[in-house]
C-alpha cells in the first residue's frame, strides 16, 4: 500500500479521571476508535501499553487524577498519548535484574512499542508510545484514511456526553453511529439541494466510488 494514504487524522481524546475502576473502559474504548481506524494488528500491544500509562499516572501521580487518553496517527504511526498535570512526576524504567517493582511497567511499554517518551510543559506532562503501522497487509476491511475521516466526522455529531459507552462499541453504540450517520448524509445532501445539485445524482455517484473501491479490495 502506498504510503502516502496513510493520512493523519484529527486526534482522538477521552479525558479520564485516573482510577484502575476506568483502565478496561478505556481500553475498549481505544479498541474501538482503532477498529474505526482499520488497526486491528496494533489493537493489543497499543491497549497494553495505554494500559500501563494509565497505571503510571495512578501509582506516581495519585488516583482519581484528571487525565487524557489521546490516540493519533501521523506518517506510518499510530501514537498513544496519556497526560496529566504532573510535570515532576517522571516514568522511569527498572534496572534490569532489580527488585524494585518501580519502572517495570515502562519497561513493558518499551519493550511492546516502537518508542516512547516524555513531553514536560509547565502545567502538564505527556507520556507517549508509537507503533509502526503495517502498510504491507492486504485484508483491510476500508481504506484507512476513509475510515479515520468517517470516525472523525461521527464523533463530532454524537458528542463527548451523548452515551456512556464510546460509539460502535455494543448494541447501543452501533445504534447511535448508525443515527449519527444517517444525519450526517441527510445535512450533506441538503448542502448538495442549497447548491443546485441533484441530490440522487450525488447519492448514484458516491455508490459508484463505493463499489468501484470494494471491489478493488476484493480483487
Known amino acids: 500500500m502506498d504510503s502516502a494514504l496513510w493520512m493523519p487524522t484529527r486526534p482522538w481524546r477521552l479525558p479520564f479521571l485516573a482510577d484502575a475502576e476506568q483502565v478496561s473502559f478505556l481500553r475498549r474504548s481505544l479498541r474501538t476508535h482503532l477498529e474505526y481506524w482499520g488497526l486491528h494488528e496494533l489493537r493489543d500491544a497499543a491497549e497494553l501499553c495505554a ?8 501509582r506516581h501521580v495519585g488516583a482519581g487524577t484528571p ?4 490516540a493519533s496517527l501521523n506518517g506510518l504511526h ?12 517522571l516514568p522511569t524504567l527498572a ?13 513493558l511499554v518499551d519493550a511492546i512499542s516502537d518508542r516512547w517518551g516524555v513531553e514536560l510543559t509547565a502545567d502538564r506532562k505527556v507520556t507517549w508510545c508509537e507503533f509502526q ?13 476513509r475510515l479515520a475521516r468517517a470516525a472523525d466526522v461521527l464523533s463530532l455529531y454524537i458528542g463527548s456526553d451523548s452515551a456512556p459507552q464510546p460509539f460502535g462499541h455494543g448494541r447501543l453504540g452501533a ?19 442549497v447548491h443546485g445539485r441533484d441530490a440522487d445524482d450525488v447519492l448514484d455517484q458516491a ?13
Open 51 to 58: 494500559s500501563e500509562l494509565v497505571a503510571n499516572v495512578i
Open 67 to 70: 487525565s487524557t487518553l489521546v
Open 78 to 89: 499510530l501514537r498513544v498519548e496519556v497526560h496529566d498535570p504532573d510535570p515532576r512526576a
Open 95 to 107: 534496572c534490569a535484574g532489580g527488585d524494585s517493582e518501580e519502572g517495570r511497567g515502562m519497561m
Open 133 to 145: 503501522m503495517d502498510v504491507t497487509r492486504g485484508d483491510r476491511h476500508a481504506p484507512v484514511p
Open 175 to 193: 445504534a447511535v453511529a448508525e443515527e449519527a450517520a444517517i444525519d450526517i448524509i441527510t445535512d450533506l445532501l441538503c448542502w448538495f439541494r
Open 207 to 219: 455508490q459508484a466510488h463505493f463499489e468501484a473501491e470494494s471491489g478493488a479490495r476484493v480483487s
